[in-house]
């Protein structure tokens, strides 16, 4: 991914020297890269395991290569690691990927789809949600 003046857009550019990235398992990392591609442009995203399997891994949740348990440990995986952070708002679970840099083009308007998290966000608690164990 290019940024508009030609140049790599850091993160991507560093992600494979990354400690925090290269601290995670293979699949939490293939989740992290899939959200970086669906998130918006403050690096926000649902954190509904579920929704997760439905729209960021529709095929292999399809074919059942990937559920919700796969995903909330995944999530507890990134959260732990220090890649994402994750909260609530309006009592749905939504995620925030840490420092993430979005060069969108600046003659269009950003994508902002979810919500900001509180200001004090509540990081790791972990509780029984849609049948799995996750941090939201």
Known sequence: MKNNRGGWVPLFKSMPDSEKVNA????????????????????????????????????????????????????????????????????????????HFRHSRRDTKPDLRFPAPPETPVTNPRRIRYGCVTNV
């Open 24 to 99: 995670v398992s293979e699949s939490a990392e293939v989740l992290y890269v899939r959200l970086l591609t669906v998130c918006d442009d403050n690096g926000r995203y649902v954190a509904d395991p579920r929704w997760i399997v439905a729209k960021v891994f529709t095929s292999r949740g399809i074919v059942g290569q990937v559920n919700a348990e796969d995903i909330a440990l995944r999530i507890d995986e990134l959260a732990t690691a220090g890649l994402i952070v994750t909260y609530e708002s309006d009592g749905k679970p939504y995620l925030e990927i840490i420092e």
